[in-house]
């Protein structure tokens, strides 16, 4: 059989400004200026010289991509051996199909697109797949162009037949490239929707039980630490939109909610520092390291300090440790209580000027932390010996024996100190 192209005027064309008409688009289309599509351009008894070759030919494809991409090196067998050997056949014959007639109404887009899912499921890239689709269309086009030789096929139909087995090839791969992407997004939306759960299921009050965070664990790919921090997040009101925290995904986040806040493993000394920088355009304040099962417990005291950092009570910092404010935040977690407790221990100042009573303060809180070193209070307050030693003198006056019991200073030092945090 010899089959040859030619343009409308019935002379062989000697070069074509041909387009292919996308997978993608419906199955017609027309002519724009010299724009012709294709297929249209491509004898239909092409398909029925390549048909009776389709088995050997997927045989080909399929022994050349398993010798060439070890992805697919493997026995041809079950599911694997079906679906491979499936899409070979389905894309050669859609080719065939699309060769004998290219108005023919067909879904094309369905198969690739499932073939792209499908890899995704499996853990394959799209860099493997379209490895595959070349080394198939290589072989796909060696064939056809030996057996449209000894069909005696004309120079310039060969060269149109080789452009349409490798646009289509582009076509496939585009098509496979959207599936894929779109099971990724399935994917990453799942295992987030997962983490989000584990995350609500951690910090649940009472405490879930350790097989049912163990379980959902599993299924959100994410290692059951024995100890782990929480982490209380506020995005500064200046700082415009935040980035999200660069914790890596042993952290489980909630970003969205009116209260951020982070779960992750307990990080070792040398890591903290590296936890801070991921925490960049956020402020934060870490919880204590505490059992999984409490924290609730660690976010609740983070919590507390983000709250106090913003109102002064302890250093206005990027990054808040709750561990080196635990005194801290004890006193300040009933201000109620606190405010009893310096009213009736400091009562004996409260007769004085408020500039007195403050100074005498001061240094009644040096002088009982230094076990009564006068020069250290000295230097604490910037001020002279004689003048602590003043001072001392005069809270004896007010405190008498107060001063000389242990019970009596502990408490003293815990009002003083409240009252400081306090302002």
């Not at 064309?13 to 688009?25: E, G």
Request: hydrophobic share 45%.
């Amino acid at each position: 059989m010899v089959i040859s192209v030619t343009d409308p005027r019935g002379e062989p064309p000697r070069h074509t400004d041909a387009a292919y008409d996308s997978l993608l688009a419906g199955a017609s289309g027309g002519e724009s200026g010299r724009t012709i599509r294709l297929w249209s351009l491509l004898p239909r008894e092409l398909a029925n010289v390549f048909r009776p070759t389709v088995r050997e030919t997927t045989n080909a494809i399929l022994a050349e991509i398993q010798r060439t991409v070890p992805e697919y090196a493997r026995p041809l067998q079950g599911e694997f051996g079906a679906v491979i050997t499936t899409n070979v056949q389905q894309a050669i014959h859609q080719f065939l199909d699309r060769l004998g007639d290219p108005d023919a109404p067909e879904d094309r887009r369905r198969t690739f697109r499932l073939l792209g899912r499908h890899e995704m499921r499996h853990g394959r890239s799209m860099d493997v797949l379209q490895t595959a689709y070349r080394v198939g269309a290589r072989v796909a086009w060696r064939r056809m162009s030996e057996i449209g030789s000894r069909a005696g096929l004309p120079a310039q139909t060969l060269y149109l037949l080789a452009e349409a087995v490798f646009a289509y090839l582009d076509e496939l791969s585009a098509l496979s490239v959207e599936g894929h992407a779109s099971a990724q997004a399935y994917a990453a939306g799942t295992l987030e929707r997962r983490r989000r759960r584990l995350l609500d299921l951690v910090l649940a009050e009472p405490a879930a039980s350790a097989p049912a965070i163990a379980s959902l664990a599993s299924a959100a790919g994410w290692a059951v630490p024995e100890k782990v921090v929480t982490i209380a997040l506020e995005a500064p009101a200046d700082a415009g939109e935040p980035v999200a925290p660069r914790l890596g995904e042993e952290a489980l986040l909630d970003l969205e909610g009116e209260a951020p806040c982070v779960v992750l493993p307990a990080p070792r000394e040398e890591h903290r520092a590296r936890l801070e920088a991921g925490l960049a355009g956020w402020r934060a304040a870490i919880g204590p390291e505490v059992p999984l099962a409490d924290a609730a417990r660690s976010l609740r005291w983070a919590r507390q300090a983000l709250l106090q950092v913003k109102s002064g009570a302890l250093p206005r910092k990027e990054v808040t440790w709750c561990e080196q404010h635990l005194a801290e935040l004890w006193l300040l977690s009933d201000p109620f209580l606190v405010q009893e407790l310096a009213d009736r221990m400091l009562a004996p100042l409260a007769g004085l000027s408020e500039k007195r009573r403050e100074r005498l303060a001061d240094t009644l809180l040096a002088w009982l932390e230094t076990r009564g070193n006068v020069r250290e209070v000295a230097e604490r307050l910037s001020v002279h010996p004689q003048t602590v030693r003043a001072r001392v003198q005069e809270l004896e006056t007010h405190f008498g024996q107060r001063l000389e019991d242990p019970e009596q200073r502990f408490q003293l030092i815990l009002a003083l100190r409240a009252t400081r945090l306090l302002g």
